[in-house]
């Protein structure tokens, strides 16, 4: 990692659940008081927004496809999240998220690239070959991949690390690690 020279050129790209907050397995953070931040992690995101020149969210929602929450339910945890964030002088630039279905098949969700494509349209400076994508998941990990992104899988499971491997680049128990392995 300390080969990739990361400066304020580069651009962090962050899945949610699992990584920000803690995952709600077979279910979906549909209310703010459901949102529970893993630990270190508004810390790790003061550290990132110092290092980073962007730092992007991006999120497969498919809770919105099934109906179990609305745009409008998700954007309200999202501006809650940011605010709690800025509290600790973090800093997020944007959050995107896929509102699709798995089964629909596109290319706005992870592995498809659609919204690493919508990030560059908001701010073209962005360069893929100097972004990393963190993420807890298969599909994460793709979707940086496919968009010839650095990877970096979150996860203190050894079994998934192994499922994954040949996927990232390098791995970290926590977003805190993370930040503090590249302060
Ligand atoms: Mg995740």
């Not at 990692?1 to 279910?27: A, K, P, Q, Y």
């Not at 690239?113 to 998941?137: Q, Y």
């Not at 040949?166 to 302060?183: E, P, T």
Request: charged share 25%; glycine share 10%.
């Amino acid at each position: 990692m300390e080969s990739w020279n990361i400066d304020r050129n580069w651009t962090l790209f962050l899945d949610r659940d699992g990584v920000i907050n803690r995952r709600i397995v077979g279910g979906y953070v549909t209310r703010w008081d459901e949102f529970e931040f893993l630990p270190g992690v508004p810390e790790a995101l003061k550290i990132l927004a110092k290092r980073f020149g962007r730092i992007i969210v991006v999120s497969n929602q498919q809770g919105i496809g099934k109906g179990l929450m609305s745009e409008a339910d998700l954007a309200l945890i999202h501006n809650s999240m940011l605010r709690q964030i800025e509290g600790f002088r973090g800093r997020i630039d944007l959050v995107l998220h896929s509102p699709h279905l798995k089964s629909d098949g596109s290319p706005m969700r992870k592995p498809g690239i659609g919204m690493a494509i919508e990030a560059k349209r908001v701010f073209p400076e962005i360069d893929f070959r100097r972004s990393l994508m963190a993420g807890d998941s298969e599909s994460d990990l793709l979707f940086g991949r496919n968009a010839g992104m650095k990877t970096v899988l979150i996860c203190d499971d050894p079994g998934t690390e192994d499922a994954l491997d040949g996927l990232f680049d390098i791995s970290f128990r926590d977003l805190y690690s993370f930040a503090v392995a590249i302060k």
